[in-house]
């Protein structure tokens, strides 16, 4: 993709177990947000992080910004049944500070 | 619920109908964007409305007309669409400081889900 990439595409777990997801960018950031999306609903925001940020928590949350890679990985840690959901990275752009660039996004599955 | 709310839910047009979606938010934003998702895509940037004025149009077709009347409502007008139009719209909010700077996080709707035949 010329916008970035998420990976896995998928990833089924089962309850209790970590999620891992990675998302990798192509442009220099301002910053970079995950959003999480239920099954034909809209996204919901999730976390923030700036790019003089490496790591940041939330909950079971915890996202890691690597500038010079360009990449960033969500872990959700215990997962939930009601964690299944598509997550998707999505970032603002230096010097383009009105458009977030989406990723193409992880389905994540937590079997209980 | 995030504040945003978008109608009607699902619609279902055939290529030489026209309709609306509309957008309402309630969190007192001042922009308000619409984004496209298909199948196996990202989701894809369509219009920006900032103090609405419209600063965005990410060279979408002519057969989508954005409309934004107001900073809490936004509409997006349909016109003779072809099927590969048929698609999720989401439509967004945000809050934008008057220096310009871009408070980045957004709040979506529900989305509206279209189908062209």
């Known amino acids: 993709s010329q916008q970035g990439e998420e990976d896995p595409q998928a990833l089924s777990i089962q309850e209790g177990e970590n999620a891992t997801m990675n998302c990798s960018y192509k442009?220099?950031?301002?910053?970079l947000q995950w959003y999480r999306q239920n099954s034909g609903r809209g996204l919901v925001h999730l976390i923030l992080?700036?790019?003089?940020?490496r790591e940041k928590h939330s909950g079971r949350l915890r996202v890691t910004l690597d500038t010079s890679k360009k990449s960033s990985s969500l872990l959700i840690t215990a997962s939930r049944a009601a964690d299944t959901a598509s997550y998707f990275c999505?970032?603002?752009?230096?010097?383009?500070?009105?458009?977030?660039?989406f990723g193409s996004g992880t389905q994540l599955t937590v079997l209980p | 619920e995030t504040g945003v709310t978008q109608t009607p839910r699902h619609l279902v047009m055939g290529m030489t109908n026209k309709k609306s979606l509309k957008c309402e938010q309630h969190?007192?934003?001042?922009?308000m964007y619409w984004y496209k998702q298909s199948a196996k895509k990202p989701l894809e940037l369509m219009f920006v409305?900032?103090?609405?004025?419209?600063?965005e149009n990410n060279s979408v077709p002519s057969r989508f007309s954005p409309e934004c009347p107001n900073s809490s409502h936004l509409f997006l007008h349909l016109h003779t669409l072809q099927p590969e139009d048929s698609a999720l719209y989401l439509c967004?909010?945000?809050?934008?400081?008057?220096?310009?700077?871009?408070?980045?996080?957004?709040?979506f709707g529900p989305g509206t889900r279209l189908l062209v035949l």
């Open positions: 999505a970032w603002v752009s230096s010097g383009s500070a009105r458009q977030l660039t």
């Open positions: 442009t220099s950031i301002n910053n």
């Open positions: 992080i700036r790019s003089n940020e």
């Open positions: 969190l007192g934003h001042n922009a």
């Open positions: 409305y900032n103090f609405k004025e419209q600063t």
């Open positions: 967004a909010s945000s809050q934008v400081a008057y220096s310009g700077s871009w408070r980045e996080t957004q709040y």
